[in-house]
Every structure is written in structure tokens, then in C-alpha cells.
């Protein structure tokens, strides 16, 4: 499956953003879609999932903040980010995997990212 992750871009803190993240190839239905997240000199890390039968789960720092939903007719993931805080300034990534897991390296299928810039 290929990802094609859009949507970034310069927001003030305090405002939102969504961004998408278009499947082509095969139909998300079967996949596990995550986001995650690098910031500059930082490791890569979980900010979200969605499953299967559409639960969701998210990274601590983004609880009540985020939000990750599906739309398989369309095979498109979308993260939903409000009350956006400088320090969710990162290239954040799609992702996608057999496995429900917040382990960067159990996903095998990766969008190229899309750069969030949240200034203060």
C-alpha cells in the first residue's frame, strides 16, 4: 500500500490543523493507520492509532487534543489536531501494519510526512 500524507503547515498555538493521509494500492480496511511523530534532533514517536473496527488510541500529550478517524470508502486516514502547542511542531508521518502496535518499527508502510509548524 502507498501512503501519501498532506495537510501541514504554519499555525499560531492555540489553532488547528488536519491532515490526511490517502492509500492507494490496496484498501485500508485490512491495516492498523498510525501517526507518528519527529521533531528536530528527536526520535521518532506515537502520537495516535486507529484499528480495524475503528478504536482509537492515543499518545498522553495529545489526549482530548487529537483525533484520528477513517474513511475506507475514500482509504484516507485524517488526524484532527486542535489546541495546537509549539512543542507538536514535527514532520508527522502515516503509517500502516498488520499489527496494532505503537512501535514505530512493527509498521511497514510509510507516508513521506508532512511538516507541522506551531508557533508561539
Known amino acids: 500500500v502507498q501512503l501519501q500524507a498532506s495537510g501541514g503547515g504554519l499555525v499560531q498555538a492555540g489553532g488547528s490543523l488536519r491532515l490526511s493521509c490517502a492509500a492507494s494500492g490496496r484498501t485500508i480496511s485490512r491495516y492498523v493507520m498510525a501517526w507518528f511523530r519527529q521533531a528536530p534532533g528527536k526520535e521518532r514517536e506515537f502520537v495516535g492509532v486507529i484499528s480495524w473496527s475503528g478504536a482509537t488510541s492515543y499518545q498522553d500529550s495529545v489526549k482530548g487534543r487529537f483525533t484520528i478517524s477513517r474513511d475506507t470508502g475514500k482509504s484516507t486516514v485524517y488526524l484532527q489536531m486542535n489546541s495546537l502547542e509549539p512543542e507538536d511542531t514535527a514532520v508527522y508521518y502515516c503509517?500502516?501494519?498488520?499489527?496494532?502496535?505503537?512501535?514505530?518499527?512493527?509498521?511497514?508502510?510509510w507516508g513521506q510526512g508532512t511538516l507541522v509548524t506551531v508557533s508561539s
Open positions: 503509517a500502516a501494519s498488520l499489527s496494532n502496535s505503537r512501535t514505530w518499527s512493527m509498521y511497514n508502510y
